[in-house]
């Protein structure tokens, strides 16, 4: 962050898709990234931004088309972003872990004219790029891929100078697709609040973000390179995260702000106590987490460790919800956050209808704070998650007597045995307090006589052998902490829980394998 922000210049050049050119002409040399893969400036940043407009253009790529970019946490993939948001195109980010069917289907679903793809993609974005019928300008990133131009090319035919016309662009991120074909969600938005970004991450001069996961999510996309980059703090980009790594980074870099997922978390905790105490992680102001459920242990130690410097958030690329800091979270243990303004968030039935405090219901988030969204050429899909000006995304949760919300479980998760509503993130944060547990996932399979019965899938730790012993041991911890109807019946070890790369388990997955007969 510099040390002099004009805020009104800021967001007006903001509104513009020009914040990062307010800090190159503010303050050209001051990194704005540091990676494995290179370094830059702001100045740079933004002369390449420019360079990348002017590129595209030439090619035929105009304000309002779509720009897929397939890359791994590089210095292009930010300049990419910086291109579109003054280039006034549409952003479609591709998770690199999907198959090259799955990237081929959204980069058509997209519309993209334009694909920027990273060499360690390269099968992939040659299918991706051969299928889509709108692609008519390929870049490659990083080497050579076949039928691509250089990207390096491309943007050292072009002058750095501003470009003359900036037009504000935007981000169609697509959803994980845990039920059917991930959907593009589809929203032209102003930019976040300069003012507002500023104050609520508590950025000061010296300040330095690392960013921990793939910036194709949205949450490391917005919390640890858009919002810094607005307010003009340098992002440290990790490609692949470790928790060694993550600590040596911390130290090195002297972060002051980063965004991590409970999966994170529990890794962390899981290093040696005198690595843990031997590493200075004093530098760290702001540690925001969300994207899954944390478990009210895991979070806690965390606190002990860092400090009261870890905040929490509930939203989705949908759309946002709640936020709750260390302090507050602490006199309420588990809570996601106090809705605000009050009618942001609420708790109701499937038809959206209000439920009475402490019932567990849909959770429902108000657009009209962020803007409504759709989801791109599915007008069904979005009707269907609308009640009135609220959309529900699955989630279950009740709002305490003091209106704070605690969510429970997805919808599709709930276990339903002999009539009785069991929530599995309960019993999945009971078993990571066990010391032999490394992750865990519990599920809901057949039972003749139940309905459906409790299933644990667990990954052991380091150093821990799986035994019909240990099985027998957890649900036991399992039955000193909870109901006896929301233990574990079973408890079945695998040597890896299937999870996406942002620390969810594909819970998905291990239902259809186990209810299949085929857990392999």
Not at 70 to 95: D, S, Y
Request: hydrophobic fraction near 40%.
């Amino acid at each position: 962050m510099t040390t002099a922000i004009d805020f009104d210049e800021l967001q007006a050049a903001a509104d513009r898709g020009l914040s990062i050119s307010y800090h190159a002409t503010a303050d050209p040399d001051r990194p704005a990234l540091v990676s494995l893969h290179g370094d830059r400036t702001f100045g740079e940043l933004d002369a390449h931004a420019n360079q990348l407009v002017r590129a595209l253009r030439r090619r035929g790529v105009r304000a309002g088309d779509g720009v897929a970019v397939l890359c791994a946490n590089r210095p292009e993939f930010t300049e990419v972003v910086a291109a579109v948001q003054r280039g006034g195109l549409r952003l479609t980010p591709i998770n690199w872990h999907l198959t090259e069917a799955e990237t081929a289907y959204i980069v058509d679903d997209c519309e993209a004219k334009a694909v920027v793809a990273d060499v360690r993609f390269a099968a992939t974005a040659v299918e991706a790029a051969d299928a889509a019928a709108a692609v008519t300008v390929t870049l490659a990133v990083g080497g050579a891929i076949d039928g691509f131009e250089a990207y390096d090319d491309a943007l050292a035919a072009e002058p750095g100078d501003a470009i003359e016309d900036p037009t504000l662009g935007w981000a169609m991120i697509y959803t994980s697709g845990t039920t059917g074909r991930p959907k593009g969600v589809h929203r032209t938005e102003a930019p976040v609040s300069a003012k507002l970004a500023a104050r609520m991450a508590d950025y000061r001069p010296g300040d330095v973000n690392l960013c921990t996961g793939p910036l194709y999510h949205a949450a490391p996309l917005l919390f640890t390179m858009a919002v810094p980059h607005l307010v003009g703090v340098p992002v440290v980009l990790m490609d692949g995260w470790n928790p060694a790594e993550c600590l040596r980074l911390i130290e090195e870099q002297r972060i002051t702000h980063t965004h991590m997922v409970p999966t994170m978390f529990h890794r962390l905790l899981s290093l040696p106590e005198d690595v843990r105490a031997a590493t200075d992680v004093s530098s760290l102001r702001y540690v925001i987490h969300g994207a899954a459920p944390c478990p009210v242990g895991v979070k806690q130690r965390m606190i002990e460790w860092l400090g009261p410097v870890v905040h929490e958030y509930y939203a989705a690329t949908e759309g946002l919800g709640t936020f709750v800091d260390s302090e507050t979270w602490l006199k309420k243990p588990g809570t996601v956050g106090k809705p605000w303004p009050d009618d942001q968030v609420f708790v109701g039935d499937e038809d959206g209808n209000r439920l009475p405090v402490g019932e567990v219901g849909v959770v429902w988030l108000k657009a009209a704070t962020i803007g409504r969204f759709e989801y791109f050429k599915d007008d069904a899909k979005t009707d269907s998650t609308y009640r009135g000006e609220h959309f529900g995304l699955g989630d279950m949760g009740y709002v305490d007597e003091d209106g704070y919300l605690f969510l429970t479980d997805r919808t599709a998760n709930v276990i339903i045995s002999g009539g009785v509503n069991i929530y599995p993130a309960e019993v999945d944060a009971v078993l990571l307090e066990h010391p032999a547990v490394g992750d865990a996932a519990v599920i809901g399979v057949p039972d003749e006589e139940w309905g459906e019965a409790v299933l644990a899938v667990v990954e052991v730790r380091d150093g821990v052998s799986p035994s019909d012993d240990l099985a027998v041991e957890l649900v036991d911890f399992c039955r000193g902490r909870l109901a006896g109807f929301k233990c574990p019946r079973r408890v079945e070890f695998v040597a890896e829980l299937p999870r996406q790369d942002n620390g969810k388990i594909y819970k998905r997955l291990l239902r259809d394998q186990y209810r299949e007969g085929n857990p392999s």
